[in-house]
C-alpha cells in the first residue's frame, strides 16, 4: 500500500496552485503598453495615476484647484497602500494557516514512525491553536481588505466628485478618521447578528 508522505502531498498541492500562477502569468502578458492602465495593479494604483494624469493637463487657472484634488487623492492612496499591503500579507498568511489546518491530520499519518519523539503533533491543543491562529489571520485579511475596499471607494469619491476641494476634504476627513479607528471586531459582531 502506498503511504503519503510529504513530497505527495506538495505534488497534490501544485496541482491546484499551478493553474493559478498560470492563469496570473497570462494577464500579466496581456499588459497595456501605457503602464498606467495595467490590469496589474490595485484601483488605488490606477486612481492616483489618473488623479496625477489630470493634474498635469489642466488649464493653468485650473491647476491650483487640480493640485489640491491630487494632495487629496495621495492622502487617501496613502492609506489605500498601506492597507493593499497589510492584505496581501495577511492574505498569504491565512492561506497558509488555512492549508495548515487542512494537512494537520494528515501530519500524524506522515510521521507515524516519529509520533514517539514527536507527540505533541497529536496533541488536540496544538491542533485547536493551530486553528485559532488560521481564524485570526482570516479575520485580519478580512478586516485589512474592507479598509483597503473603503480608501479606494473614497479615492474614486475624491476623483469624479464635482464638490470643491474645500467641502472635499471635510468630508475626507471624517472619513479618513473613521478608516484609522483600528481593528474592530464590532463589524464581526453586528455581521453574524443580522443573520440571526
Known amino acids: 500500500?502506498?503511504?503519503?508522505?510529504?513530497?505527495?502531498?506538495?505534488?497534490?498541492?501544485?496541482?491546484?496552485?499551478?493553474?493559478?500562477?498560470?492563469?496570473?502569468?497570462?494577464?500579466?502578458?496581456?499588459?497595456?503598453?501605457?503602464?498606467?492602465?495595467?490590469?496589474?495593479?490595485?484601483?488605488?494604483?490606477?486612481?492616483?495615476?489618473?488623479?496625477?494624469?489630470?493634474k498635469n493637463q489642466a488649464a493653468p487657472e485650473q491647476k491650483p484647484e487640480a493640485e489640491r484634488r491630487y494632495l487629496l487623492a495621495m492622502d487617501v492612496y496613502i492609506k489605500a497602500r498601506s492597507y493593499a499591503i497589510l492584505n496581501k500579507c495577511?492574505?498569504?498568511?491565512?492561506?497558509?494557516?488555512?492549508?495548515?489546518?487542512?494537512?494537520?491530520?494528515?501530519?500524524?499519518?506522515?510521521?507515524?514512525?516519529?509520533?514517539?519523539?514527536?507527540?505533541?503533533?497529536?496533541?488536540?491543543?496544538?491542533q485547536t491553536t493551530v486553528t485559532?491562529?488560521?481564524?485570526?489571520?482570516?479575520?485580519?485579511?478580512?478586516?485589512?481588505?474592507?479598509?483597503?475596499?473603503?480608501?479606494?471607494?473614497?479615492?474614486r469619491y475624491v476623483i469624479y466628485s464635482n464638490k470643491p476641494v474645500a467641502e472635499l476634504s471635510v468630508e475626507v476627513s471624517e472619513e479618513l478618521a473613521k478608516i484609522d479607528r483600528g481593528f474592530s471586531f464590532n463589524n464581526i459582531i453586528n455581521a453574524s447578528g443580522a443573520d440571526e
Open 132 to 155: 485559532g491562529i488560521a481564524a485570526l489571520m482570516f479575520a485580519f485579511y478580512s478586516q485589512y481588505k474592507d479598509k483597503q475596499t473603503y480608501a479606494e471607494t473614497l479615492m
Open 1 to 54: 500500500m502506498l503511504r503519503p508522505t510529504a513530497l505527495h502531498l506538495l505534488l497534490t498541492l501544485s496541482l491546484f496552485v499551478l493553474p493559478v500562477f498560470t492563469a496570473v502569468g497570462d494577464l500579466a502578458a496581456q499588459e497595456s503598453p501605457d503602464k498606467s492602465f495595467s490590469p496589474n495593479q490595485t484601483s488605488a494604483s490606477l486612481l492616483i495615476h489618473y488623479a496625477e494624469s489630470m
Open 90 to 126: 495577511f492574505f498569504w498568511l491565512s492561506l497558509m494557516a488555512g492549508i495548515a489546518v487542512l494537512l494537520w491530520p494528515s501530519l500524524t499519518v506522515i510521521f507515524k514512525e516519529r509520533l514517539d519523539k514527536w507527540e505533541w503533533i497529536k496533541s488536540a491543543t496544538v
